[in-house]
């Protein structure tokens, strides 16, 4: 059974809320949340309702199912709600109301303006990243508990898992077995549409450079045509492959992000595998870099600025397989602002966790680099969760 959010920690998250707000709108009057992943930051649970906050209250109204939802959490006070109706009966009718514009639907909306029929809608969507992305350290153990998961399986099992003939799709398969059988909690979430998977990418060789239209340098064939994730079920592992792997793992929602690219063969015997020794070790160079340079005070557009800057020519046109970043936040959704990229000029914070990813695309061959999950400390470097980046290595 998963422990429950602390209620210091849920009355801690809707103060930060009213503040926020209060700040934004000195004369706000109402929020309404119904995602799951807000219902669960502020109230810690997943069911289906309406979270409501008014300077004054605070509200878990639960459709389904009430019990479970009295069961997991602390919040002190969740009602029942048969419709929409609930709403209406309870609260007068403001005339503007925050929502959350990335989660809330036309018809989702349609159905709280039956009975609640306010004028305006008010965007919270940038008021919830931003409380989001400073980490408490309730929620720094519970990374640090998924990077311990990540980093043993992923330098210490996954190697074992490599035989030849084992396809994609099975090797993902193993992979998330291995990270269930530790207690990490079997699912990926993203802020993205299109970015939906729970084992994440593993890909053999130049199946890595199959583009998909999740905005990311990693790639895959997919297990078919509808499902751009996990891998192919007919691409089987032979000698002389690149085994590029790239996997969540999680605890209690919170999420740290790891690539490792091992070589299943003898390396030396490849014709181009000094290429892809070099190009690794330049990307665990950069990972380095990157991790030093994430201190309170520093902007993720100068981040990014200096990296590009000084990036080795010959490695210009396949660095991150084209994508125009370094690497994003990440914990209770993968793909979390701020990210290390142009246009994100907020000071970096103590407390904010970035997933570091450099790649290089190499045509012909596939994709090397690698990934770990930083947490930034109130002074000196970030400090990696989830294990060390490795530069390529052979598997016989």
């Not at 919040?75 to 419709?83: A, E, G, L």
């Not at 802020?191 to 130049?206: A, K, M, R, T, Y």
Request: charged share 25%; glycine share 12%; aromatic share 8%.
């Amino acid at each position: 059974m998963s422990h429950k959010v602390p209620k210091d920690e849920l009355d801690a998250r809707l103060a930060a809320l009213r503040a926020a707000l209060t700040q934004a709108d000195p004369a706000w009057q109402m929020a309404i949340l119904g995602d799951k992943i807000s219902m669960y930051y502020f109230t810690g649970t997943m069911q289906v309702g309406a979270f409501v906050v008014t300077p004054d209250s605070a509200v878990l109204w639960v459709r389904r199912d009430l019990g479970r939802a009295q069961e997991e959490s602390l919040f002190p006070d969740i009602r029942p709600m048969k419709s929409f109706r609930s709403l209406g009966e309870a609260y007068p009718v403001p005339q503007a109301v925050w929502l959350d514009k990335k989660t809330v639907t036309l018809e989702w909306l349609d159905m709280v303006r039956k009975y609640l029929p306010f004028q305006e809608v008010k965007p919270i969507g940038g008021i919830l990243n931003a409380l989001r992305a400073r980490k408490s350290v309730y929620e720094q153990e519970l990374l640090r508990e998924a990077g311990v998961i990540h980093a043993e399986v992923m330098h210490r099992v996954l190697p074992g898992l490599l035989r030849e003939g084992i396809s994609e799709a099975e090797l993902g398969g193993l992979l998330n077995t291995e990270l269930l059988r530790r207690g990490s909690m079997g699912i990926s979430r993203y802020n993205q549409p299109l970015g939906e998977d729970i084992v994440g990418l593993v890909s053999f060789s130049e199946n890595a450079l199959r583009a998909t239209a999740f905005d990311g340098p990693g790639g895959t064939a997919g297990t078919c045509t509808a499902v751009q994730a996990v891998g192919s079920p007919e691409h089987r592992l032979k000698k002389g492959d690149l085994v590029f792997v790239d996997v969540p793992a999680g605890r209690e929602g919170y999420h740290t992000d790891k690539t490792v690219v091992y070589y299943f063969g003898d390396l030396g015997a490849d014709p181009d595998g000094g290429r892809m020794e070099d190009a690794s070790r330049y990307c665990v160079e950069i990972e380095g870099k990157i991790a030093s340079m994430l201190v309170p005070g520093a902007i993720p557009e100068e981040i990014y600025n200096t990296v590009m800057d000084g990036l080795d020519p010959q490695y210009a046109g396949g660095f991150m397989s084209g994508g125009k970043f370094l690497g994003h936040s990440i914990g209770l959704m993968m793909d979390e602002p701020p990210v290390l990229a142009r246009g994100f000029r907020e000071p970096i914070e103590a407390g904010m966790v970035f997933a570091v990813e450099p790649k290089i695309a190499l045509e012909g061959v596939g994709l090397v680099g690698t990934e770990n999950t930083y947490l930034v400390m109130p002074d000196g470097p970030a400090q990696s969760l989830s294990g060390w980046p490795i530069p390529l290595t052979e598997v016989e």
